[in-house]
């Protein structure tokens, strides 16, 4: 149980373009998801916490005009990195963490999204 | 405010050997402690999670790991390692009334054969 996904896991888009990643919770309830970057070698990198039906919450120095994020429902979040430049590219990974129960205080990982913009 | 250490970057052992990764923690109440493990170009994956009750906490892949709020530490063993066991490890606390869990900087686990 406690399974999420993410969706695509690789992708390549050229600068100036938008890329949307979907993150999902397949097996439980997600009220509250997170965005992390991740550079080689790096430890992970709170980019921004969002409830299912509010706002996300951006952590400092993270430009929330270009990270849009949209967590619509209880099983979907989605990143959209706008107007992407190649200092963008980096690995994505999107957790998610459920209302109650065995799921209410862990957060479970998606397995990334490798971006690269050219 | 909470925070995680992990005093080493990086470990090697060897296959079969025993293998003790360090966590150190920083936290205002009884702490959610949490250890994930991290492949090349994967997620994070959930080892094991300590909340209350018994100190010693069992995970899956053999791992274990025991809470000493007198050293405020939550320190991950395995008695034998596999090659496969090769890969980052996180130490988590939290979440926070705010929300958020804080994660280690990480260690690299390397094997030898």
């Known amino acids: 149980g406690a399974v999420v996904s993410q969706h695509p896991s690789r992708v390549i888009c050229k600068s100036g373009t938008s890329v949307k990643i979907e993150c999902r919770s397949l097996d439980f309830q997600a009220t509250t998801m997170f965005w992390y970057r991740q550079f080689p070698k790096q430890s992970l990198m709170l980019m921004a916490t969002?409830?299912?039906?509010?706002?996300?919450?951006?952590e400092q120095g993270v430009e929330k005009d270009k990270f849009l994020i949209n967590h619509a429902s209880l099983t979907l979040s989605t990143l959209t990195v706008t107007s992407a430049h190649p200092e963008d590219s980096s690995f994505y990974i999107c957790?998610?963490?459920?209302?109650?129960?065995?799921?209410?205080?862990?957060?479970?990982f998606g397995p990334g999204t490798r971006l690269l913009v050219l | 405010a909470q925070s995680v250490t992990q005093p080493d970057i990086h470990i090697t052992v060897s296959e079969g050997a025993s293998l003790e990764l360090r966590c150190n923690y920083s936290y205002g109440a009884t702490p959610y402690l949490f250890w994930y493990v991290q492949s090349p170009g994967q997620g994070l994956q959930l080892l094991l999670k300590?909340?209350?009750?018994?100190?010693l906490v069992q995970g899956i892949k053999g791992f274990e790991a025991e809470f000493k709020r007198s050293q405020s530490s939550f320190n991950l063993r395995k008695p034998s390692v596999h090659w496969s066991d090769a890969a980052e490890y996180f130490c988590a606390v939290g979440p926070t009334n705010a929300g958020k869990s804080t994660f280690g900087d990480g260690t690299t686990l390397t094997v030898k054969p």
């Open positions: 300590y909340f209350s009750g018994d100190t």
């Open positions: 957790s998610a963490r459920g209302a109650s129960g065995g799921v209410s205080r862990t957060q479970y």
């Open positions: 969002s409830n299912e039906g509010s706002k996300a919450t951006y």
